[in-house]
Nanobody, 120 residues
């Protein structure tokens, strides 16, 4: 099926910015939704942002106003621009491609994740 590869994670100070990329092996337009999820140690995986084929966008309340999800269909790539980062944003960020707005029970295709660490 589709392979997803995330990149762009790293260490950043509070208030800083990072831009994550998710490159798919096929057309991202083949999927109803492309999304970003994150999981911190000892915590549940949570939705960060999702964008649908029809350009509907949903953000988690915790990141709204700070994060921006976008895509480039020609490059088969989904982006997550993260600004004003906080220590609580520290997590492994995963890219997801699926047939529903929100992935449940790990449905859909997943990348291996990229680590984001926000610390002084």
């Amino acid at each position: 099926q589709v392979q997803l590869v995330e990149s762009g994670g790293g260490l950043v100070q509070p208030g800083g910015s990072l831009r994550l990329s998710c490159v798919a092996s096929g057309s991202i337009f083949s999927f109803y939704a492309m999304g970003w999820y994150r999981q911190a140690p000892g915590k549940q995986r949570e939705l960060v942002a999702v964008i649908t084929r029809g350009d509907t966008i949903v953000y988690a309340d915790s990141v709204k106003g700070r994060y921006t999800i976008s895509r480039d269909n020609a490059k088969n790539t989904v982006y997550l621009q993260m600004n004003s980062l906080k220590p609580e944003d520290t997590a492994v960020y995963f890219c997801n491609a699926g047939s529903t707005l929100v992935s449940k029970n790990n449905q859909g295709s997943w990348g291996r994740g990229t680590q984001v660490t926000v610390s002084e």
